[in-house]
């Protein structure tokens, strides 16, 4: 299976400030790679799908960019709302996702 | 507006089966399909297998491959989750998506989640 790589594991910010996270891929998966946001007790949000289109809804601070083996989720200005946990999914081979990304005030 | 709805909580012992269900609403069931994905307590997202809504195809995760049939009924666009041979690893929360057509790729809508406790 193709193992998919997060950086940071959990990261602290403040409301305003540019947040990237990272995911990189085992093996190239092109752009089959999506971003979920999770909040505490309930179920993930879509993003970002195929790397760098913008799920509908999603506000227009969250943007992806990458393609092959190296992913970055980009929030441009952290907002209260935004403090949850990230994760990245690879859809190329045998389905997988990222262990997560904590975003902490 | 589309929504998923997941049966309640589950308790079963060791080795015992779990099925839950999943019911569509707000879209044609017939479009798009649903994939399944657990979270165990504390931990991340597993991606444990897809179905088309349409043909019936099916694809699963190798970890739970043998275990796990994923059914859907069109008639009353439900889907459903089966899994076998229970173990404490399987206590998690299961959440059904809405997926695409003819291949698992991104997850656009999902149910609350069904909590599956597996305990002797």
């Known amino acids: 299976d193709i193992q998919m790589t997060q950086s940071p594991s959990s990261l602290s910010a403040s409301v305003g400030d540019r947040v990237t996270i990272t995911c990189r891929a085992s093996q190239s998966i092109s752009t089959f790679l999506n971003w979920y946001q999770q909040k505490p007790g309930k179920a993930p949000n879509l993003l970002i799908y195929a790397a760098s289109s913008l799920q509908t809804g999603v506000p227009s601070r969250f943007s992806g960019r990458g393609s092959g083996t190296d992913f970055t989720l980009t929030i441009s200005s952290l907002q209260p709302e935004d403090f949850a946990t990230y994760y990245c999914h690879q859809t190329y081979s045998t389905r997988t996702f990222g262990q997560g990304t904590k975003v902490e005030i | 507006q589309v929504q998923l709805v997941q049966s309640g909580v589950e308790v079963k012992k060791p080795g015992a089966s779990v099925k839950v269900s999943c019911k569509a609403s707000g879209y044609t069931f017939t479009t798009y399909g649903i994939s399944w994905v657990r979270q165990a307590p504390g931990q991340g997202l597993e991606w444990m297998g897809w179905?088309?809504?349409?043909?019936?195809?099916?694809y699963y995760a190798q970890i739970v491959q043998g275990r796990v049939t994923v059914t859907t009924d069109t008639s009353t666009s439900t889907a459903y989750m089966e899994l076998t041979s229970l173990t404490s690893d399987d206590t998690a929360v299961y959440y059904c998506a809405r997926d695409q057509r003819y291949s698992t790729n991104w997850l656009d809508h999902w149910g609350q989640g069904t909590l599956v406790t597996v305990s002797s």
């Open positions: 179905i088309s809504a349409d043909t019936g195809n099916t």
